[in-house]
């Protein structure tokens, strides 16, 4: 199956500061989320973006398909956006194949 | 929009107790429905899917079972709960046919057997 890497596992940072997240997949893919849990356990879509650019916001979303990565850019942190960032990925457009990464754990400290 | 309800929130129960977690989902008819399961730590796993009513699909062998009674209802059970079988467990969604729609998830229920 496809392998998902994600990276930094781990990331501390101030408030106001931004932050670039990766992942990394090993086949092509047509289907490609960004998730955010919450440390409640809570788990929100932020963007369905197998390829292209999206903006929500502070978060923004790239993918470059034909090099198998796609990068969640944060800016101006806030301690809300603390949490697992997970990246999920699939070749088939439906979701019943999504495979998850291992997440990026992002700390923002106030 | 649709919206995934999930309860309970949280769960004790005794190994060899029975479990039954329900999943309701607002807002959009037919929709594809996922069981996931979170252990300690970080990963997703996909236990159970469905495209329709009385239609569920396993991706792996477990004590656990899945049943979809009506369209928007989606039953995680089992028998007999192991051990092994505590963890996080989500119930998602995508609106109907699933091609090209975001999955959304409930807020879980914490499973922890004793």
């Known amino acids: 199956g496809i392998q998902v890497e994600q990276s930094p596992p781990d990331l501390i940072l101030q408030e106001g500061a931004n932050s670039t997240l990766r992942c990394n997949f090993s086949?092509?893919?047509?289907?490609l989320q960004w998730f955010h849990q919450n440390p409640w356990g809570q788990l929100i879509n932020l963007f369905y973006?197998?390829?292209g650019t999206k903006q929500n916001g502070r978060l923004s979303a790239t993918t470059v398909a034909t090099e198998r990565y796609s990068l969640l850019y944060i800016s101006s942190s806030q301690t809300t956006d603390s949490g697992v960032y997970f990246c999920a990925v699939s070749r088939n457009f439906g979701n019943e194949k999504l495979t998850f990464g291992t997440g990026t754990r992002l700390t923002i400290i106030p | 929009s649709q919206t995934i309800h999930q309860w309970p929130a949280t769960l004790v129960q005794p190994v060899g107790s029975p479990l039954s977690l329900e999943c309701t989902v607002e807002g959009t008819s037919n929709p594809n429905l996922y069981w996931y399961r979170q252990a300690a730590g970080r990963g997703l796993q996909l236990l159970f899917y469905?495209?329709?009513?009385?239609?569920i699909s396993s991706e792996v062998p477990q004590n656990l079972s899945a049943s979809r009674p009506q369209d928007r209802q989606f039953i995680l059970s089992s028998k007999k709960l192991l051990l092994s079988d505590s963890g996080f467990y989500l119930c998602a969604g995508t609106l109907a046919g699933g091609m090209g729609s975001p999955l959304h998830f409930g807020n879980g229920t914490r499973l922890t057997v004793t």
């Open positions: 973006i197998p390829s």
């Open positions: 086949d092509s893919v047509n289907n």
């Open positions: 469905s495209v329709g009513i009385g239609q």
